[in-house]
């Protein structure tokens, strides 16, 4: 599918429309329509809340296939960039700005994958429904609420695919291929608020223990004490296929990873991506104390955000921090969570067609099933399918992955365009 060059001025655009915030979407709702008018003129476009869903009518009766995407982004205080992030600045390589990959990278290029088919005059044969979601990094209910929509209708879809795994360079030394990797689970969350409250009074008269202390002795308690490691079935899987291409002793022990558990577990926890593989993570990500500097906290708080392992709970999370932390004098509230999504078989319909795109636009790549360590949409989407996919058609180096909801978030502008066109391919040759 001919995917025009001038095709990144439309990344480019929607990346300096933010989206931070719900007052925001109306404008970037506009932008797409104006964008892309033939989609909005041949597919049955509706608002559920500020979600976006929408229908492209097959020719035929079969089961759907299901796109995903968000419209939101995370916030991008302006310091620190190279670029302005809402600028969509363009240089030799990339587009810089907050979204390129998560995930208006993706959303932009479902879009221009679509408004090429139809400007080639293609028509699926069948159904074809997009789900472009507004409050996904929030852990809204936007995508929920248009699945809840489409199961209303009893819309059964064949499989779904929303962002997650990418290409990437080789995950263990010695491996020669990139790999695409593909999520068909994801961790579950919770974020877990830790309080100590306290009787305040003058800085210049502390206790043995102030509020603040407790709960430092807290975060080094629960630091001190990691989740067990397991790994899941995605993951062997996945070590399985790599030890194919891989050399030697290594390989050796790759391909017989289930033989080989701990020295294999041991290997990975070497490296931060790889150790998420292997255990549910928690690490506090906002801290909070006294309102002024010489007073004493009278409530120190801080709030964990945890990733948790296929096999377990939201329950027995917050059970490993009460037990790590082991002071009644701190107390742990559930703020919000979930578990585990359910795991999508690494074959047969969906898997296939989303493979066999991947080995279209590039032979020399190894596709391998994943759990992704971050939530997305997606996970919502088991409620209408059990074939439920997380990848990003983009090749995505560590340094580039290191930007996600940090400072100098950009795409490459060849690997984007790569992606448009594996959007329309996908689309065109499975639906």
């Known amino acids: 599918m001919l995917i025009a060059e001038d095709a990144v001025d439309h990344l480019i655009a929607l990346v300096r429309v933010p989206t931070e915030r719900p007052e925001q979407l109306p404008a970037f709702r506009a932008a797409l329509e104006e964008r892309f008018p033939r989609l909005f003129a041949a597919l049955e476009v ?3 809340g500020d979600t976006i869903l929408a229908r492209w009518p097959g020719r035929g009766e079969g089961r759907p296939a299901l796109l ?5 982004v995370v916030p991008a205080p302006e310091a620190g960039w190279t670029h302005p992030p809402y600028s969509g600045h363009r240089d030799g390589t990339h587009v810089w700005g907050r979204g390129t990959l998560d995930d208006k990278g993706s959303l932009v290029a479902i879009c221009v994958g679509v408004e090429a088919l139809l400007a080639a005059g293609f028509a699926p044969e069948r159904d074809v429904w997009l789900v472009f979601g507004h409050d996904e990094e929030t852990m809204g209910s936007g995508a929920a609420s248009a699945i809840a929509e489409l199961d209303a209708r009893g819309v059964r879809p064949a499989w779904a695919l929303d962002e997650g795994g990418a290409i990437i360079e080789p995950p263990i030394a010695g491996l020669s291929r990139d790999v695409a990797v593909v999520g068909v689970a994801e961790k579950g969350f919770a974020n877990i608020r830790v309080r100590v409250a306290q ?12 509020a603040t202390s407790r709960l430092a002795r807290a975060i080094r308690r629960l630091d001190r004490s990691p989740f067990p490691r397991s790994l899941p079935e995605p993951a062997l899987r996945m070590l399985e296929l790599l030890g194919a291409d891989a050399p030697g002793a290594q390989g050796a022990v790759l391909r017989r990873v289930r033989r080989a558990r701990p020295l294999v577990e041991r290997i990975l926890a070497r490296g931060d991506e790889t150790r998420a ?9 906002q801290l909070q104390g006294a309102a002024a500097p010489n007073a004493l906290a009278e409530e120190a708080t801080a709030v964990v955000n945890a ?5 377990s709970s939201v329950d027995e999370t917050l059970e490993h921090v009460r037990r790590a932390i082991a002071d009644p004098r701190v ?4 703020l ?13 319909r969906g898997w296939d067609a989303i493979e066999a795109a991947i080995a279209r636009a590039r032979p020399d790549v190894q596709t391998v099933p994943y759990v992704m360590l971050g939530g997305t949409d997606g996970r919502h989407a088991h409620r209408i399918t059990d074939r439920v996919y997380r990848f990003a058609p983009f090749e995505m180096t560590r340094e ?8 100098d978030e950009r795409i490459r502008v060849d690997t984007w365009l790569a992606g448009c066109r594996w959007y329309a391919d996908l689309i065109e040759s499975s639906c």
């Not at 580039?400 to 400072?407: I, V």
């Open 336 to 348: 919000h969570g979930h578990g585990p999504s359910p795991e999508s078989p690494s074959a047969g």
């Open 307 to 311: 990733r948790i392992a296929l096999g």
């Open 277 to 285: 593989m292997l255990a549910t993570t928690a690490v506090v990500t």
């Open 400 to 407: 580039e992955r290191l930007t996600l909801h940090a400072r």
């Open 331 to 334: 107390e742990l509230d559930v």
């Open 199 to 210: 009787v305040g009074g003058h800085a210049s008269t502390p206790p043995r223990l102030p």
């Open 46 to 48: 509706e608002l559920v």
């Open 68 to 72: 995903m995407a968000h419209q939101d």
